[in-house]
T-cell receptor, first 114, second 110 residues
């Protein structure tokens, strides 16, 4: 079975630009979570979606938004990029959004903002 | 106190020995616990999940959870150079969100 896929793998953007990151979950998984990871730190939770509804939002500014589509794939959008948005963006999928459901990560998108 | 804390390391262990990784957590995160392995430049890979007190074994890996003392640990038996990585501890909070430690860097010396 295919694992979680993310695109693109690498991206270079300029300050002030907009970026869209994409994620396809494992087949049968209905929940997608997005994380930001900067070097030397653990992932920071951004959003969780389940059955196309937002189930959780981390402490990120409104420049960050996301959505989940009927096929359970998801997009993360970031507007007005700042240098500090440079990070590895991770998508994880799970069967559901509750505690018993393990999350499996995609390869990530490395975003560099110059 | 941070919600999930790990010693950043590096933890250096001889090949073939047992590596012991520890994680403590606060009252806010107490649902479920997970250990992930992350190689440099790669995404986290799930190793173990543990939900109840006691030990859980999977191959060379054993996760231990002690809710009274609020710690969770990961033991790696017969450590191999390929086990060298950063190990991330994650706990789920009451909103079903994963809260992460900063990770412990493990080095297995041949």
């Amino acid at each position: 079975d295919a694992g979680v896929t993310q695109s693109p793998t690498h991206l270079i953007k300029t300050r002030g630009q907009h970026v869209t990151l994409r994620c396809s979950p494992i087949s049968g998984h209905k929940s997608v979570s997005w994380y930001q990871q900067v070097l030397g730190q653990g992932p920071q939770f951004i959003f969780q979606y389940y059955e196309k509804e937002e189930r959780g939002r981390g402490n990120f500014p409104d420049r960050f938004s996301a959505r989940q589509f009927p096929n359970y794939s998801s997009e993360l959008n970031v507007n007005a990029l700042l240098l500090g948005d440079s990070a590895l963006y991770l998508c994880a999928s799970s069967l559901g959004s509750r505690s018993a459901y393990e999350q499996y990560f995609g390869p990530g998108t490395r975003l560099t903002v110059t | 106190q941070k919600e999930v804390e790990q010693n950043s390391g590096p933890l250096s262990v001889p090949e073939g020995a047992i590596a012991s990784l520890n994680c403590t957590y606060s009252d806010r995160v107490s649902q479920s616990f997970f250990w992930y392995r992350q190689y440099s430049g790669k995404s986290p890979e799930l190793i173990m999940s543990i939900y109840s007190n006691g030990d859980k074994e999977d191959g060379r890996f054993t996760a231990q959870l002690n809710k009274a003392s609020q710690y969770v640990s990961l033991l790696i038996r017969d450590s191999q150079p390929s086990d060298s990585a950063t190990y991330l501890c994650a706990a789920m909070d009451s909103n079903y969100q994963l809260i992460w430690g900063a990770g412990t860097k493990l080095i297995i010396k041949p």
